[in-house]
């Protein structure tokens, strides 16, 4: 009965790794370009909140608020409000201002100028009991 010789390695030789390529040492100019859209959807948990922190919002940044309808004598709509708070502040931030995110998608495309674009998405939904 043949046993296998387990003190000396396998006579058979190892594969061949392919050489590293030789990359130019000097950056390499492609024009790639890329476009990045993040998308946050959101729910209101606290209507009263959201209006509140949006009040606020709309005193720090006017233009911002004008821009979604708000004036001195016209306030903003539910909606309105939650849209100023998520142009104005960061995911991690509205939780706190009466928002949760309920879902997160970037879409990213990147191209050269030789070769089609190439498209990239991912999203995820928040763990409910996080």
């Known amino acids: ?41 959101l729910v209101v948990d606290d209507p009263g909140k959201v209006l509140d922190h949006a009040q606020e919002a709309a005193l720090t940044a006017p233009d911002t608020a004008a821009a979604l309808g708000h004036s001195p004598t016209t306030p903003l709509t539910l909606p309105a409000a939650a849209a100023l708070l998520c142009a104005l502040h960061e995911p991690g931030e509205l939780a706190a201002m009466g ?30 009991e996080a």
Do not use: F
């Open 99 to 128: 928002l949760r995110l309920t879902r997160h998608t970037t879409h990213v495309t990147a191209s050269d100028q030789q070769t089609e674009p190439v498209s990239l998405e991912l999203s995820y939904t928040p763990d409910p």
């Open 1 to 41: 009965m043949n046993r296998p010789n387990l003190t000396h390695p396998d006579p058979r030789p190892a594969p061949a790794l392919a050489p590293p390529r030789q990359l130019p040492r000097r950056p390499l100019d492609l024009r790639v370009r890329t476009r990045r859209i993040q998308v946050e959807e």
